[in-house]
């Protein structure tokens, strides 16, 4: 398989990395980059000693069959309708596109073409997180009853999308993913003081039948540094994960329980676990190339990467008229109106957090 990475800037780059290590094991044939800068694109291409192309269109004739597009998000649409129409498989990055009309649209271009696309969802492959959907999908922290995710740093507010499209997108998956189902309300307060239109903190609060989401992203935090955490409350037990420690989750049990008629808190305290350690993005695009071949499943196929873009309209709605705004369901959310693969097969990736500042 000869395997493309369009877009090797800041995360692209990190892409081009992994796929030269899998070309190297033998995972894959060769790696071909692909950028408009030239001059990046030769200074990579010489110190990984592989070809690059400037334009995205000469990729079929290369021989070219699945590709990473980590171009910027509102190029997305277009480079991804091109290389599927052309017969590649793409697993393109957070977010899909920048608006949810052009996501469906890249997930219905994938399905019509039968090709696999993928979203670079990467916290599905964070091993922490992995490790707590497992617990909580066995029922160890019993019914989940709240969550609260914060990522804090200090920084100029980026010039293209702000904390909501940056950040804000990476949690609202989490959300959805760790209880496996769809907030039912969003609410959303968006900051934009620093640079005017580009929001530098997001306030969300999702509701989920029986379960609220707290999630709190800004650039405007002088306090901790770099703080990337989130905390999972249970009727059993309480996790917490800090995303800046790949493999590492806490859990809590503590409640409140009653007695005579009086209340009063019973801490057991807290076991730390280390879950199986693994690059997050070598995981997400090893698992797209297994089911770019038909062999795995994709914990981040399309319509999980639009029903994310959808949220977030969902949230830029509730912050423009200050209410909160009910969503409505969605059967493509859950993709049972995606193509069916046949050939299906949960992979068992984990991986890194791949958040550090000027990134998502
Ligand atoms: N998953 C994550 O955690 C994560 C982290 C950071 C960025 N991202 C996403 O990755 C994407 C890229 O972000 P970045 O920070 O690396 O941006 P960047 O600006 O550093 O890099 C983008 C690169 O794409 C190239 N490019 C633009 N148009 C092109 C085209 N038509 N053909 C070929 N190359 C083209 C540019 O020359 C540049 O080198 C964005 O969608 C961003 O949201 C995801």
New binding site residues.
Partial sequence: MNYAV???????SNHVRVATELAEEGTIDDVIL????ED?LDDLASSYGVRGV?D?ERLPELGVEAATV????P??HR?ATDLLEAGIDVLV???LAIDSEDAWDIVDTAAEHGRTLAV?H?FRHHPALVDLKRRIDRGELGRIKYLSTSRFSFRAPRET?GALY?LGV?DVDISNYLLGEQPEQVYCSLDDAVREGIDETATLVMEYDGATSVINESWQVPVFGKRRDLVVVGSEKAAYVDYLEDNVIELYDSRVVERDGAMSVRDEGKQVYEAPNREPLRAEIAEFIDASRGEATLRSPGHVGARAVELLEYATRSAETGNTVGVAASDRAEGTSERADPARLESDGSGTD??SD???
């Fill in positions: 369009i877009g090797t800037g800041y995360w692209g692909c950028d408009l800068d990046r400037t995205y980590s171009t910027p998000s190029t997305h480079i990055e957070k977010p670079g990467i999308t940056s990476h791949p958040d000027g990134v998502a």
